[in-house]
């Protein structure tokens, strides 16, 4: 087994009683309703004359993957690439860092969030955030990416569907997400936001995030990644229904599109691993996300803001 020496504003109010999943029915521990999530968020960074591109790869009952990145021009310069990744254990709060493995590179992850579990009996989830830059190459950084998260002799590597066994565990990994921010001839004047303080977002209800930033308008890209987004116990599609509206225009989700929480990035499984791009419409200095749940218990990894 490989082993490594490894302000935002928050309002809840809470809705008529439901039940929030993702193991065969366990509840969100949070409550027995599905609760209304608000949180208002700055960006972390802010990176000018820049575009960006992302992915990932779903890693519960595994402990590695490969993340296909593709979408860089030719010439471009890669400015800031970051890897986030997101698992469940027996903390409520999480170590400050947390190693990983990137193509083979060690390196120390900063914690971004804390969250309640995403209903799979475990004390708490946890995002971190790596600088994986100078780990990109420079000539063509379009390719795949190996990743290994830290994990335990509990953590499954069986690769088995995630509902039917349900595997015994301590730790139980959910993705990783590689972000990469480019810069070249036609990204002058653009900007990149990156949003992840997002400590208290896990939702399985009603959640709306209020992303802050200089003023804006036209058209954009807003790009997510989250955990444990699912389309149901497995092959139907009880738990994939999820809407998503920017602004108040819905971008995701029934009639419009594919849900932004169906677990695409590990389909068909082991699901649980979300990463999306859309085209949006900015205007003003604060853009409003809005996700509605059926009851699916579903943590926020990062959201990513850009103008065209």
Not at 23 to 49: H, M, N, Q, R, Y
Not at 186 to 202: A, M, N, P, R, W
Request: with cysteine; charged share 15%.
């Amino acid at each position: 087994m490989l082993s490594l020496i490894f302000t935002l504003v928050i309002s809840v109010a809470v809705s008529p009683v439901g039940l929030a999943f993702a193991d065969e029915g366990v509840t969100d521990k949070k409550t027995a309703s599905l609760e209304e999530i608000k949180l208002s968020i700055s960006p972390s960074f802010t990176l000018k004359d820049a575009d960006h591109v992302i992915n990932g790869v779903a890693l519960r009952n595994r402990t590695s993957g490969w993340i296909p990145l593709r979408g860089i021009p030719i010439g471009s310069t890669v400015k800031q690439a970051f890897l986030y990744y997101n698992f469940s254990d027996g903390s409520e709060i999480g170590d400050r860092k947390s190693s990983v493995l990137f193509d083979g590179n060690r390196v120390d992850g900063t914690k971004t969030a804390d969250n309640t579990d995403p209903c799979w009996s475990m004390a708490g989830n946890h995002t971190y955030r790596a600088d994986v830059t100078s780990f990109i190459p420079a000539t063509n950084p379009n390719g795949d990416y190996e990743v290994v998260i830290d994990f335990n002799k509990r953590t499954s590597t069986t690769g088995q569907n995630p509902w039917s066994p349900g595997e015994s565990q301590t730790k139980r990994l959910e993705g990783a997400t590689l972000l990469i921010v480019f810069c070249n001839e036609s990204t002058s004047g653009k900007v990149v936001l990156i949003y992840d303080k997002l400590t208290g977002s896990e939702f399985s209800g009603s959640a709306i995030f209020n992303l802050s930033h200089p003023a804006l308008s036209g058209n954009g890209l807003f790009s997510m990644s989250g955990a444990d987004g699912q389309r149901g116990g497995g092959h139907d599609n009880g738990a994939s229904n999820e809407t998503g509206t920017f602004n108040g225009t819905q971008f995701s989700g029934p009639p419009v599109a594919a849900s932004d929480w169906d677990g695409s990035a590990g389909w068909p499984l082991p699901q649980l691993w979300d990463v999306h791009t859309h085209i949006v419409k900015l205007d003003g200095t604060c853009s409003t996300v809005e996700y509605t749940a059926g009851g699916d218990c579903l943590v926020p990894v990062v959201f990513i803001l850009g103008n065209f």
